[in-house]
Nanobody
Framework: QVQLVESGGGLVQAGGSLRLTCAASGRTASIYRMGWFRQAPGKERTFVAFITWSEGSTYYADSVKGRFTISSDNAKNTVFLQMNSLKPEDTAVYSC????????????WGQGTQVTVSS
């Protein structure tokens, strides 16, 4: 198993920045991809960004492209989400998840961290 713990959420004004952190533990050698997802109140969870663990390739949802940056520190089994130019519509619970080698979906999830952007 892989355990994930997010941190770094909070309240910020529109136009501001936040940096989320997701720390992984357990069977981290099996990690293939780490992703960030978000769920706004009353809405379904949506994809934000992912990074592949070995190559460091990244991919973003159109809604955050150019504003958010995903990165990782593989030695510390940590992934980051730098969020700039935040908008009120970015308000959501942000969760990280991992897809392990051989799996076709994200199997392990963190508990989430709240991000609130005020206008």
């Amino acid at each position: 198993q892989v355990q994930l713990v997010e941190s770094g959420g909070g309240l910020v004004q529109a136009g501001g920045s936040l940096r989320l952190t997701c720390a992984a533990s357990g069977r981290t050698a099996s990690i293939y991809r780490m992703g960030w997802f978000r769920q706004a109140p009353g809405k379904e969870r949506t994809f934000v960004a992912f990074i592949t663990w070995s190559e460091g390739s990244t991919y973003y949802a159109d809604s955050v492209k150019g504003r958010f940056t995903i990165s990782s520190d593989n030695a510390k089994n940590t992934v980051f989400l730098q969020m700039n130019s935040l908008k009120p519509e970015d308000t959501a619970v942000y969760s990280c998840a991992t897809r392990v080698t051989g799996a076709d979906s994200y199997k392990y999830w963190g508990q989430g961290t709240q991000v609130t952007v005020s206008s």
